[in-house]
């Protein structure tokens, strides 16, 4: 494997998972990361490229069978103990990302560059997550999915404060 070839950024346009790209993921290592779903519209891209694809793997919380997914992070340290700026987070038209945060199957397309490491006698390819553009958002709403449409018709609690208007 020659770590010297630099090798070309690609781009893969798909669904988002657990995406960390406003803040680092400090679950493991402190990185930046998401998770982008294969199909048979980006798995060429990503075979090409030689990116480990993900496939049968579990959901802890719902025991469902994930798609088949690529990681793509970038590491806050670096090797030489420097630390690596955030990736570019950009919406549709190309403008600055204004901070929402992603949910899962968000539209992105993922600016990522493959390279090649060692380590302990084991080589392989992954790739440095450059950039996120995100196509068509999904918001992720941390405090759960409390945001319901109104129900025509329905129930109205009396404890509901009326609007008051002021005297002109």
């Known amino acids: 494997m020659n770590t010297r070839e630099r090798l070309s950024p690609i781009f893969i346009t798909g669904k988002a998972k657990w995406a960390s790209v406003n803040n680092l993921n400090t679950s493991y290592e402190h990185c930046w990361q998401v998770d982008v779903e294969v199909d048979d519209d980006n798995r060429s891209v990503v075979e090409e490229a030689g990116l480990k694809i993900v496939s049968g793997k579990i959901e802890n919380s719902t025991g469902e069978v994930r798609p088949d997914f690529v990681t793509i992070k970038r590491k806050l340290m670096k090797k030489d103990g420097g630390q690596r700026v955030a990736p570019s987070v950009k919406d549709s038209q190309n403008l600055p990302w204004g901070g929402k945060n992603i949910g899962n199957g968000s539209l992105v397309c993922v600016k990522a560059q493959p390279y090649d490491w060692m380590h302990n006698n084991n080589t392989g390819r992954s790739a440095d997550l450059v950039a996120v553009q995100v196509i068509d958002l999904v918001e992720y709403n941390p405090e759960g ?21 002021f005297a002109s």
Request: aromatic share 10%; proline share 10%.
């Open 145 to 165: 999915s409390d945001d319901f449409d109104v129900v025509p018709g329905g129930y109205i609690s009396s404890n509901v404060e009326e609007d008051i208007p």
